[in-house]
């Protein structure tokens, strides 16, 4: 696995995650930073796939729309402690910088260090 350069932020609140082309929920949002995230899912993701997603946001006060989308690339994938789970690592490709501000959010008010 590649070294990063920022650390990801655990979150306390696991955001929906969704296929932006078919609508189909993916998993949920295990952890995030400006580089990429992670996904928790029921089913293993294959790997090194372009995949545009929409995160659905909390209805907050702090956040100016309801999701943010990137597309990604998944780089690994490992169980998750619950065996019936399984964590994917994606890499930002493309993300807007408005999209990158609500990244950044999301990690300051839904994270702890874990």
């Known amino acids: ?5 920022q ?3 655990n ?3 696991y955001l929906d995650v969704f296929d932006r082309e078919t609508g ?3 998993g949920h949002l295990g952890d995030i930073s400006d580089e990429g995230l992670m996904i928790i899912a029921d089913h293993a993701m294959p790997l090194n796939v372009l995949r545009k997603l929409r995160i659905r946001l909390p209805e907050d ?3 100016d729309q309801d999701h943010l989308d990137a597309e ?3 780089r690994w994938t490992a169980p998750d402690i619950n065996p019936e789970l399984h964590c994917t690592g994606c890499l930002f490709i493309e993300i807007s910088n ?3 501000e609500r990244v950044e959010k999301v990690s300051q ?3 702890f260090d874990g």
């Open 1 to 5: 696995m590649e070294h990063r350069e």
């Open 7 to 9: 650390r990801r932020k």
């Open 11 to 13: 979150l306390f609140l």
């Open 24 to 26: 189909r929920l993916l």
């Open 61 to 63: 006060e702090d956040f």
């Open 72 to 74: 990604v690339e998944t």
């Open 98 to 100: 408005a999209d990158l």
């Open 109 to 111: 008010l839904l994270s």
